[in-house]
């Protein structure tokens, strides 16, 4: 399949259409389309019934015979009319951003509640079309418009039913899945066990770390995320327990984020982001080796602060070292712009901005004494003595410290253990005055 990409840079609209246009044919080309040709226009406003106007609607009929094009991939989302207008008047199949990216995640999709997510996505998309589908189809029958229709419409409105009756039963299957996420950030917070999610734009490379982690801590069951070079390689969420020094923590995986991201998919993006908002430490995985990684950061610090997340301690970690050419200022505009939009006094050292390469496993010490230096400052370091008759002060130092140290004595067991400062009033009356060497 041929496509032609189309582009529209509208004044007063703060977009990069270089950059959008380099995405957006990224996203064509794993659902098999080879992008032929791009098209670029300057416009005050969209044409409300072609988006682009009739002198450039004529522009891309010549251009779809020259390079003998079949498609046309519209950078912007296109409204169900202007959709149907331009097929008609082009003769060929148009679709536009929002679509290209609801395939891509319908393909993807791996787990029950990103499949639920992306099926309720598509169906809303295709229910503001629907109408139109059979806008010129012949009615069959006759007799008054009060007590009869035709086939044509009585199609359109069985078709409408299903998918509404479809949307309903999505959504509350999503309301039970996400109850059961509810509860378990609940327990993992009574737990006391630190959370450190990995965010940033898609293909970065946060799987890729989120494994180099696994690798070099040798965690005992170190079940890998599935990692590819592509966009949205992975659109679930994936969590592993990491231990560190004694510290013991678990890593997130989220899904990546992307610029334009469809109307239908906003609210079921953010849904998947919920435990980012209950995350004791952030890493923005940022891939230093692209032209627009400025931009790509942008749109995820903007992603964070609107779920609310931008309070929530960060590292800046730079990946993809080993691709060459890296924009060697770009850690310190990344700081300034997070320290700006995010008003934080953040000091440029090695526990903020932190080097990746995922491939060699160099500079993965140095991201794991960041997460643990930024995790430690929220615990204190105990020498407890516990009589062995104090199951109920046992059980929480088991269940939720890090235990370093335990040895059983006469009457006691001796523990050293990092905690949390909210257990310390339980565990205060067994303090000791050092820790024994």
């Given at each position: 399949?041929?496509a032609?990409?189309?582009?529209v840079?509208?004044?007063?609209?703060?977009?990069d259409?270089?950059?959008?246009?380099?995405?957006?044919?990224?996203?064509?080309?794993?659902?098999?389309?080879?992008?032929?040709?791009?098209?670029?226009?300057?416009?005050?406003?969209?044409d409300?019934?072609t988006?682009?106007?009739?002198?450039?609607?004529?522009?891309?009929?010549g251009?779809?015979?020259?390079?003998?094009?079949?498609?046309?991939?519209?950078?912007?989302?296109?409204?169900?009319?202007?959709n149907?207008?331009?097929?008609?008047?082009l003769?060929?199949?148009v679709?536009?951003?929002?679509?290209?990216?609801?395939?891509?995640?319908?393909?993807r999709?791996?787990?029950n509640e990103?499949?639920?997510?992306?099926?309720?996505?598509r169906?809303?998309?295709?229910?503001?079309r629907?109408?139109?589908?059979?806008?010129?189809?012949?009615?069959?029958?006759?007799?008054?418009?009060?007590?009869?229709?035709?086939?044509?419409?009585?199609?359109?409105?069985?078709?409408?039913?299903?998918?509404?009756d479809?949307?309903?039963?999505?959504?509350n299957?999503?309301?039970?899945?996400?109850?059961?996420?509810?509860?378990?950030?609940e327990?993992?917070?009574?737990?006391?066990?630190?959370?450190?999610?990995?965010?940033?734009y898609?293909?970065?490379?946060?799987?890729?770390?989120?494994?180099?982690?696994l690798?070099?801590?040798?965690t005992?069951n170190?079940?890998?995320?599935?990692?590819?070079?592509?966009?949205f390689?992975?659109?679930?969420?994936?969590?592993?327990e990491?231990s560190y020094?004694?510290?013991?923590f678990?890593?997130?995986?989220?899904?990546?984020?992307?610029?334009?991201?469809?109307?239908?998919?906003i609210?079921?993006?953010?849904?998947?982001l919920e435990?980012?908002?209950?995350?004791?430490?952030?890493?923005?995985?940022?891939?230093?080796?692209?032209?627009?990684?400025?931009?790509?950061?942008?749109?995820?610090?903007?992603?964070?602060?609107?779920?609310?997340?931008?309070?929530i301690?960060?590292?800046?970690?730079?990946t993809k070292?080993?691709?060459g050419?890296?924009?060697?200022?770009?850690?310190?505009?990344?700081?300034?712009?997070i320290?700006?939009?995010?008003?934080?006094?953040?000091?440029?050292?090695?526990?903020?901005?932190t080097?990746?390469?995922?491939?060699?496993?160099?500079?993965?010490?140095?991201?794991?004494?960041?997460?643990?230096?930024?995790?430690s400052?929220g615990?204190?370091?105990?020498?407890?003595?516990?009589?062995?008759?104090?199951?109920?002060?046992?059980?929480?130092?088991?269940?939720?410290?890090?235990v370093i140290?335990?040895?059983?004595?006469?009457?006691y067991?001796?523990?050293?253990?990092?905690t949390?400062?909210?257990?310390?009033?339980?565990?205060?009356?067994?303090?000791?005055?050092?820790?024994?060497?």
């Open positions: 399949m041929k032609i990409l189309v582009g840079y509208f004044k007063n609209v703060n977009n259409l270089d950059y959008s246009l380099h995405e957006l044919k990224k996203l064509a080309t794993p659902l098999g389309y080879e992008v032929v040709y791009s098209v670029r226009q300057n416009k005050e406003k969209p409300p019934n988006y682009i106007g009739k002198g450039k609607v004529e522009e891309l009929k251009l779809l015979i020259d390079y003998e094009a079949d498609t046309v991939i519209f950078d912007d989302p296109l409204s169900p009319s202007q149907r207008n331009l097929e008609l008047l003769g060929c199949k679709i536009d951003r929002s679509f290209l990216i609801l395939e891509i995640f319908l393909r999709a791996k787990t990103a499949k639920l997510e992306i099926k309720l996505a169906d809303k998309y295709l229910l503001s629907i109408s139109l589908n059979y806008l010129n189809d012949d009615r069959e029958g006759g007799g008054s418009a009060f007590n009869n229709k035709g086939s044509g419409e009585t199609k359109r409105e069985l078709d409408r039913r299903h998918l509404l479809e949307i309903n039963r999505l959504e299957e999503l309301k039970e899945i996400r109850k059961r996420k509810i509860n378990q950030i327990r993992r917070k009574k737990n006391e066990v630190p959370v450190v999610s990995l965010v940033g898609t293909n970065a490379g946060k799987s890729s770390t989120l494994n180099s982690l690798e070099y801590t040798n005992n170190p079940k890998k995320v599935y990692e590819k070079d592509e966009l390689a992975t659109l679930d969420t994936f969590s592993r990491i020094n004694n510290l013991k678990i890593v997130t995986d989220t899904v990546g984020f992307v610029s334009k991201l469809p109307t239908t998919l609210n079921s993006f953010y849904h998947t435990e980012v908002k209950e995350s004791d430490l952030l890493i923005y995985v940022i891939d230093i080796s692209s032209p627009y990684a400025l931009i790509e950061f942008e749109i995820t610090n903007q992603v964070i602060r609107e779920i609310g997340a931008d309070k301690p960060f590292i800046l970690l730079f070292i080993d691709k050419n890296p924009k060697t200022n770009l850690p310190l505009e990344a700081l300034k712009y320290s700006q939009t995010q008003k934080t006094k953040s000091i440029y050292n090695e526990y903020v901005c080097f990746i390469n995922n491939k060699n496993k160099d500079g993965v010490q140095n991201l794991l004494e960041g997460i643990y230096k930024k995790l400052l615990f204190i370091h105990l020498a407890l003595n516990v009589p062995y008759s104090d199951g109920k002060t046992i059980n929480i130092i088991e269940e939720k410290t890090n140290t335990k040895t059983y004595l006469n009457d067991i001796y523990y050293e253990v990092f949390n400062e909210k257990l310390y009033p339980s565990l205060a009356k067994y303090e000791m005055d050092s820790i024994v060497s």
